[in-house]
T-cell receptor
């Protein structure tokens, strides 16, 4: 059974700092891993999707890496801004099904 | 142009009532999903439809009945609402199976009094 864990549960950093969010999964036989952002009271915004054959993906100040063998992914945010404050969720498909298994998220606060 | 839209955004109702939430996507995707986010913010899959056919039905009470009139729409009907149904319900869509990105709607916050 696939389980997804995110550490830390909450993170507070000053503006401008580079930071890393962690995601781990128990079953390394994944198709891909997706990172989302959720703002309070809002829906989920897809940030990055890494296929199992890839090691990393970049979008602007965001860089996501994937190490299937160790069951880990990281989301690196460079030069953080107050607008980056949100909850960040990672998710992996379960087996070959259409289900996404979500982590519990990391709540990020970037202080001005 | 909203990619995945849901109506209503907020729904407040009494216990025992029946209500529906509608979802539409204009991305040309063939797979749609319903997720539930509980008070602890944990997201869990409820249903998935591919080309209007049900392919995932998690252990959800049969008071919840999804309906997909076409590939662009997936509605969720809930009978005999209970206090524990209070949550945020998200619709999502993707093209094909698990190798592709899922896009989410803005959510419907359901409050059962």
């Amino acid at each position: 059974k696939q389980e997804v864990t995110q550490i830390p549960a909450a993170l507070s950093v000053p503006e401008g700092e580079n930071l890393v969010l962690n995601c781990s999964f128990t079953d390394s036989a994944i198709y891909n891993l997706q990172w989302f952002r959720q703002d309070p009271g809002k829906g989920l915004t897809s940030l990055l999707l890494i296929q199992s054959s890839q090691r990393e993906q970049t979008s602007g100040r965001l860089n996501a890496s994937l190490d299937k063998s160790s069951g880990r992914s990281t989301l690196y945010i460079a030069a953080s801004q107050p607008g980056d404050s949100a909850t960040y969720l990672c998710a992996v498909p379960m087996d070959s099904s259409y289900k996404l298994i979500f982590g519990s998220g990391t709540r990020l606060l970037v202080r001005p | 142009d909203t990619a995945v839209s849901q109506t209503p955004k907020y729904l407040v109702t009494q216990m025992g009532n029946d209500k529906s939430i509608k979802c539409e996507q204009n991305l040309g995707h063939d797979t749609m999903y319903w997720y539930k986010q509980d008070s602890k913010k944990f997201l869990k899959i409820m249903f998935s439809y591919n080309n209007k056919e049900l392919i995932i039905n998690e252990t959800v009470p049969n008071r919840f009945s999804p309906k997909s009139p076409d590939k662009a729409h997936l509605n969720l009907h809930i009978n005999s609402l209970e206090l524990g149904d209070s949550a945020v319900y998200f619709c999502a869509s993707s093209l094909g199976g698990p190798i592709n990105e899922q896009f989410f709607g803005p959510g419907t916050r359901l409050t059962v009094l």
